[in-house]
C-alpha cells in the first residue's frame, strides 16, 4: 500500500521553526522527486520546495528562499521541510507529494497534509 505521512505541524510563534516530515511506503522512494506544497484558506495550493529525485537539485518559491529548507533522507525514505523565521503569512496546510515521471507511466502520490499555524 503506497503512503505518504505528514508530520511535525503545529502552532508556532512568529520567528519560530518547525521541521516538517512526509514518510514514504509502500514505492521506490529513490525514483521520485519530491515537493512541498501549502494551501492556505481561500487560497490555491501553491508550490513550496522541490528536490530533485537524485537529491541534487532544488528550487523553491520566492516566499520561502533563505527560510524554508527541504532535504531527504533514502535509508529513512523519508523527505524533511526545515522552515525557519516563520511568518503568520505561512499559515496553511502543507502537502507532501511525490512523482515519478520516468519510466513511463507517470506515478503521483499525495499525503494527507499537516497544519502550520504562525501566529502570537
Known amino acids: 500500500q503506497v503512503q505518504l505521512v505528514e508530520s511535525g505541524g503545529g502552532l508556532v510563534q512568529p520567528g519560530g521553526s518547525l521541521r516538517l516530515s512526509c514518510a514514504a511506503s509502500?514505492?521506490?522512494?529513490?525514483?521520485?522527486?519530491m515537493y512541498w506544497y501549502r494551501q492556505a484558506p481561500g487560497k490555491e495550493r501553491e508550490l513550496v520546495a522541490r528536490?530533485?529525485?537524485?537529491?541534487?537539485?532544488?528550487n523553491y518559491a520566492d516566499s520561502v528562499k533563505g527560510r524554508f529548507t527541504i532535504s531527504r533522507d533514502s535509508a529513512k525514505n523519508t523527505v524533511y521541510l526545515q522552515m525557519n523565521s516563520l511568518k503568520p503569512e505561512d499559515t496553511a496546510v502543507y502537502y507532501c507529494?511525490?512523482?515519478?515521471?520516468?519510466?513511463?507511466?507517470?506515478?503521483?502520490?499525495w499525503g494527507q497534509g499537516t497544519q502550520v499555524t504562525v501566529s502570537s
Open positions: 507529494n511525490a512523482v515519478r515521471y520516468y519510466p513511463a507511466p507517470r506515478a503521483e502520490y
Open positions: 509502500g514505492f521506490t522512494f529513490s525514483g521520485y522527486h
Open positions: 528536490l530533485s529525485s537524485h537529491g541534487g537539485s532544488t
